[in-house]
T-cell receptor, first 114, second 113 residues
Framework: GNSVTQMEGPVTLSEEAFLTINCTYTATGYPSLFWYVQYPGEGLQLLLKATKADDKGSNKGFEATYRKETTSFHLEKGSVQVSDSAVYFCALSLSAGNNRKLIWGLGTSLAVNP | DGGITQSPKYLFRKEGQNVTLSCEQNLNHDAMYWYRQDPGQGLRLIYYSQIVNDFQKGDIAEGYSVSREKKESFPLTVTSAQKNPTAFYLC????????????FGPGTRLLVL
């Protein structure tokens, strides 16, 4: 079936460190891929997305590249800030068929220390 | 400003009581969704609606009910049949429900007294 697997957290980094959060997926067809971010006590916000292979999504210094050959969509940021502390969710949606729901990963908690 | 509003921010339920969570959007989106979030379990879909007067069960619909009488509104009722309702509830909407970007409200935290 279709699924999303994220690296387990919590991830703890010092300010200005490099961030990678791994996300791999299993899907039939050609999914679109998303990263959402949830700050404490709030709803989710779209961080970035990619709709086809080799696309790179980017926003607020975060990047992720849609790698079809490795079925991955890893999130990266070159220099994290304390304000990046949040939970990050990877998700996929399929472009065909009747199931138009998003398939969610379990989320990865990130804590950035000053 | 366009967006999704949820109320209340916190809600307390007594044993045997039904409670209703409000979700309103002014984005002119056709599709709306309800998710439940528990620690360590990510988001689980309760119900979704792709058009007014129509909705479908998600993965954990038991003990919940919804209505979609207006495009802007998608209230969720947590019934007494839901034995473990304590969770964070998130409402979302999207343009058509075709797997595109979903936009989320700020959430309602439901607690049982």
């Amino acid at each position: 079936g279709n699924s999303v697997t994220q690296m387990e957290g919590p991830v703890t980094l010092s300010e200005e460190a490099f961030l990678t959060i791994n996300c791999t997926y299993t899907a039939t067809g050609y999914p679109s891929l998303f990263w959402y971010v949830q700050y404490p006590g709030e709803g989710l916000q779209l961080l970035l997305k990619a709709t086809k292979a080799d696309d790179k999504g980017s926003n607020k210094g975060f990047e992720a590249t849609y790698r079809k050959e490795t079925t991955s969509f890893h999130l990266e940021k070159g220099s994290v800030q304390v304000s990046d502390s949040a939970v990050y969710f990877c998700a996929l949606s399929l472009s065909a068929g009747n199931n138009r729901k998003l398939i969610w990963g379990l989320g990865t908690s990130l804590a950035v220390n000053p | 400003d366009g967006g999704i509003t949820q109320s209340p921010k916190y809600l307390f339920r007594k044993e045997g009581q039904n409670v209703t969570l409000s979700c309103e959007q002014n984005l002119n989106h056709d599709a709306m969704y309800w998710y439940r979030q528990d620690p360590g379990q990510g988001l689980r879909l309760i119900y979704y609606s792709q058009i007014v007067n129509d909705f479908q069960k998600g993965d954990i619909a038991e003990g919940y009910s919804v209505s979609r009488e207006k495009k802007e509104s998608f209230p969720l009722t947590v019934t007494s049949a839901q034995k473990n309702p304590t969770a964070f509830y998130l409402c979302a909407s999207s343009i058509t429900g075709s797997g595109e970007t979903q936009y989320f409200g700020p959430g309602t935290r439901l607690l049982v007294l």
